[in-house]
T-cell receptor, first 115, second 115 residues
Framework: AQSVTQPDIHITVSEGASLELRCNYSYGATPYLFWYVQSPGQGLQLLLKYFSGDTLVQGIKGFEAEFKRSQSSFNLRKPSVHWSDAAEYFCAVGAGYSSASKIIFGSGTRLSIRP | NAGVTQTPKFRVLKTGQSMTLLCAQDMNHEYMYWYRQDPGMGLRLIHYSVGEGTTAKGEVPDGYNVSRLKKQNFLLGLESAAPSQTSVYFC??????????????FGSGTRLTVV
C-alpha cells in the first residue's frame, strides 16, 4: 500500500527567502503525486500534481516540485516566499486506476513566515 | 460555481447526540469522500462513494454512517457522538475512476466539537 511521509511538522522562513518542503512516498509502481495547500479555516487547494513526463512540475502561486524516483521524493519549492504563503501544506500520493484507488495524504507541514 | 459545499460550518454537540453533515457538489462528480483532520495526523478517510447508491469504508469508519441517495449529495452521520469525534471534517469529490490521478476538489470543512 502507498504511504506518504512529511518529515517536517513546522517550518519557519523569512519573507523573501527560498523554501523547500520535503515529501517522501512509498509505492511499488509509478505514483501519482500531489501537493495541496490549506489556508487557515479553509479547505485544501491543489497546488500541483505529477503523473508522468517532465519530473519538474510547475504549479500555482509560483510553486514547483521535483519528482525524484531514486529518492522516492517529491519536494515542494518556491524561490521567494510571501507572507500570504503561510499555511499548511500536504503531500499526497495516488495509486491505481480502479474504483478502489484513493489518494493518501501526509500529515502536513505547517509553514510560518517571519517578517 | 460553488464546487463542493459543506453544511454546517460549525457545530457543538453533547456526548450521545446525533447529527448529519451534508456535502453537496455541483460538478457531476461520480466519487465523493469524507475525511477527518486532526492535529499531526493529516487527513484520514472515513467513508467514500464511487457512485449514487454506493458507499465503502475508509481507514476510520467506526462511529460513522454515510448515504449517497443522490449523486450530488453525500451525507455523514454520527449516531451517538463521542468526544473522540471532535475534529474538522472535509468532504471531497472527484470525477471518477481516474480520481487518484487527477486529484480531488475539497469543501471548506465542518468544525465539530463534542463536549
Amino acid at each position: 500500500a502507498q504511504s506518504v511521509t512529511q518529515p517536517d511538522i513546522h517550518i519557519t522562513v523569512s519573507e523573501g527567502a527560498s523554501l523547500e518542503l520535503r515529501c517522501n512516498y512509498s509505492y511499488g509502481a509509478t505514483p501519482y503525486l500531489f501537493w495541496y495547500v490549506q489556508s487557515p479555516g479553509q479547505g485544501l487547494q491543489l497546488l500541483l500534481k505529477y503523473f508522468s513526463g517532465d519530473t519538474l512540475v510547475q504549479g500555482i502561486k509560483g510553486f514547483e516540485a521535483e519528482f525524484k524516483r531514486s529518492q522516492s521524493s517529491f519536494n515542494l519549492r518556491k524561490p521567494s516566499v510571501h507572507w500570504s504563503d503561510a499555511a499548511e501544506y500536504f503531500c499526497a500520493v495516488g495509486a491505481g486506476y480502479s474504483s478502489a484507488s484513493k489518494i493518501i495524504f501526509g500529515s502536513g507541514t505547517r509553514l510560518s513566515i517571519r517578517p | 460555481n460553488a464546487g463542493v459545499t459543506q453544511t454546517p460550518k460549525f457545530r457543538v454537540l453533547k456526548t450521545g447526540q446525533s447529527m448529519t453533515l451534508l456535502c453537496a457538489q455541483d460538478m457531476n462528480h461520480e466519487y465523493m469522500y469524507w475525511y477527518r483532520q486532526d492535529p499531526g495526523m493529516g487527513l484520514r478517510l472515513i467513508h467514500y462513494s464511487v457512485g449514487e447508491g454506493t458507499t465503502a469504508k475508509g481507514e476510520v469508519p467506526d462511529g460513522y454512517n454515510v448515504s449517497r441517495l443522490k449523486k450530488q449529495n453525500f451525507l455523514l452521520g454520527l449516531e451517538s457522538a463521542a468526544p473522540s469525534q471532535t475534529s474538522v471534517y472535509f468532504c471531497a469529490s472527484s470525477p471518477g475512476v481516474a480520481s487518484a490521478i487527477y486529484g480531488y476538489t475539497f469543501g471548506s470543512g465542518t468544525r465539530l466539537t463534542v463536549v
